[in-house]
């Protein structure tokens, strides 16, 4: 029986490297890196970058009370260590192609003005706004720029925020990883005496070597793999269409410092442009699957460029307003054991508000994700919809 992972499996040249040779993280990320200009850091995850660029303002700010914008088409897990920080959290509405309501925001500023405001590439695609980017400016706002769904930088991806957030582990066959830039010449020109002066370098370090060891979660996620590889499917558990917002306490999450593992397996990963082809062609392959299996009862255009490089592939205008039509579309793919999901698990505040953040809870509600990962190939899919 064809088998489509949900997360990418690394090679086995990959993973016999990991125990032979010693390397180093090969700057494959952002060309920016190998500049003195940029400084670079690596985390275990985004949130845990997101959570240390929040303890820097509330250092910086002398430990008063951060208020801290994201858009509400967020996901709600990635928040987990920054509630630990007592942080306010002002969710502003996003548009359905993704950008912010510039209007909302503005309105949102007679309530009370941002100290960091964050804005997210989603699934790949860029979602830069010059108007988020002035309030930014205006009120002294830190401008974070989410390329978490991103495999590198590319035009208008990774050049516009004074914080840049990767997460490879989210694209590549790692089991953590997160790559957090600073950039100088962002709005607000946070520059390297500035970082000096409040010794951002001691507070990175004092994050990262707190908590347990990482080495169980990175040694359970190879095994893991290794099972997988070699044929062996039984992890596999039964997603939730729309999870709810089940509390993770910040003990739960990985360990902030990015293990050995993720290190040695990505420096094995020499060309991001391949990855970034690869996905390209998976994306048109599922979007001429979508058009002629009835299965899918969606609508969707095959493209013959596709710019960004995908995230996720989404099935897009299924034929039914009834959200039960998605639900049931859902759990069918599943039932054929197609490694379908949904995104974000929004935050409660999102979905207490359900006026003013209508559109992105019905983003959350109406798109399905199919993967397009390393491990995904055409042929796999394929032979995957004839078996059904």
């Not at 994201?70 to 990635?78: A, G, K, Q, R, T």
């Not at 003990?251 to 410092?257: A, C, G, I, V």
């Not at 082809?277 to 969707?300: D, G, L, M, P, V």
């Not at 579309?329 to 054991?337: G, W």
Request: proline share 5%; glycine share 4%.
């Amino acid at each position: 029986m064809t088998y489509l992972n949900y997360a990418p499996l690394p090679k086995w040249g990959h993973i016999a490297k990991v125990f032979l040779l010693k390397t180093k993280i090969r700057k494959i990320f952002n060309k920016d890196c190998d500049s003195n200009q940029v400084k670079n850091y690596w985390l275990s995850r985004s949130s845990w970058s997101i959570y240390l660029i929040i303890k820097f303002r509330l250092l910086v700010n002398e430990n008063n009370k951060v208020n801290f914008w994201l858009p509400d088409y967020f996901c709600n897990e990635s928040l987990v260590a920054i509630r630990s920080l007592g942080v306010r959290l002002s969710f502003y509405p996003v548009l359905s192609n993704g950008k912010p309501d510039l209007v909302a925001c503005k309105k949102m500023l007679d309530n009370k003005v941002p100290d960091v405001i964050l804005y997210v590439n989603y699934f790949g695609e860029s979602m830069f706004s010059e108007g988020l980017s002035d309030i930014a400016l205006r009120n002294n706002a830190w401008f974070i720029e989410d390329c978490t769904h991103c495999l590198k930088t590319s035009s208008g991806i990774g050049s516009n925020g004074d914080f840049i957030i990767f997460s490879p582990h989210k694209l590549l066959a790692i089991p953590d990883g997160g790559l957090l830039l600073i950039r100088p010449n962002g709005p607000n020109k946070i520059s390297h005496n500035f970082l000096d002066e409040f010794d951002f370098d001691s507070l990175y370090y004092s994050v990262i070597n707190t908590h347990k060891s990482a080495s169980f979660y990175s040694c359970k996620w190879l095994l893991k793999r290794i099972i997988q590889k070699a044929g062996v499917h039984f992890f596999r558990k039964k997603n939730i269409f729309v999870n709810e917002n089940n509390f993770i306490d910040i003990n739960s999450l990985p360990h902030p410092k990015m293990s050995w593992l993720s290190k040695n397996l990505l420096s094995n990963i020499l060309d991001l442009n391949l990855e970034e082809k690869h996905r390209k062609n998976i994306e048109k392959k599922w979007q001429e699957i979508i058009i002629t299996n009835k299965i899918f009862e969606a609508k969707s255009e095959c493209v013959t460029e596709i710019k960004h490089t995908p995230y996720m592939a989404k099935i897009l205008n299924i034929d039914s307003d009834d959200s039960n039509t998605v639900v049931r579309i859902f759990d069918l793919l599943q039932k054929f054991d197609i490694p379908v999901s949904t995104w974000p698990d929004l935050p409660p505040e999102v979905l207490k508000n359900h006026s003013f953040h209508k559109t992105a809870i019905k983003m959350s509600t109406s798109n399905i994700f199919l993967p397009v990962h390393s491990s995904i190939t055409s042929k796999k899919l394929v032979k995957k919809i004839r078996s059904l």
